[in-house]
């Protein structure tokens, strides 16, 4: 643990600590209703969906949900607004890179393993929880690394909502789905049955990261 202590401090202290460290319960069938109706309006740059819940009568009764970045950026407390820029020239991202013990090719592939333990740390950490990826979590996106340097300078929620949520892929972000869907419907079925078992970091998982 000793390469990460500060990193881990950082995070912990960063705008993103909620994003990466919140453990809300996630229900399947909460997700899979949400995507079952969803859409996004481009003139209001609002997502729109219908989730059910019981009413007084123990019917079941289809209730609308809708957010937009705003929402993302409150539910998530990333501490940013709409002023905040959303693309960081390229030049000051590379130059981020090396200064975080970046061994790779200037204009190559970006792989963690590439980086100095405390920063392999940062990009795990990131990739797994703010990136859309199923698998390949060696390999780091740009907007990845541009979410990396918005932890100093800019506007990650933007990024996420574009990137991300807005972008269609909505079942690789479970976790912040059925937290926004929380903070509007309070009272939602929750079935122990229903749970959706999501990895979170472990210190098995800091000990890979110390032998890379």
């Known amino acids: 643990m000793t390469p990460f202590k500060d990193m881990a401090k950082f995070l912990r202290e960063s705008r993103v600590n909620k994003a990466l460290t919140d453990r809300t319960i996630v229900y399947e069938s909460h997700v899979r209703m949400f995507l079952k109706s969803v859409r996004y309006d481009e003139k209001e740059k609002m997502i729109y969906s219908a989730v059910q819940k019981k009413d007084e009568n123990d019917q ?17 407390e990333l501490g940013d607004s709409d002023d905040d820029p959303t ?42 929880a703010l990136s859309h990826r199923k698998g390949a979590y060696d390999k780091t996106s740009d907007y ?3 979410i990396i340097t918005y932890l100093v300078l800019n506007n990650i929620s933007q990024v996420l909502f574009d990137h991300n949520i ?47």
């Open 166 to 212: 807005r972008g269609e892929k909505y079942i690789m972000y479970p976790r912040f789905i059925k937290m926004l869907l929380g903070d509007q419907v309070t009272d939602h079925p929750k079935d122990p049955a229903d749970v959706l078992n999501l990895c979170h970091m472990k210190s098995e998982t800091l000990g890979r990261l110390g032998q890379i």
């Open 144 to 146: 990845i690394m541009n």
């Open 60 to 76: 079941d009764v289809d209730i609308e949900v809708k957010f937009n970045v705003g929402n993302l950026r409150r539910v998530l």
């Open 87 to 128: 693309i960081v020239p390229e030049r000051l991202c590379k130059g981020l890179w090396f200064r975080m013990g970046f061994t790779g090719h200037v204009n190559g592939k970006y792989l963690k393993s590439m980086f100095s333990k405390p920063y392999k740390f940062l990009v795990h950490c990131v990739v797994h």
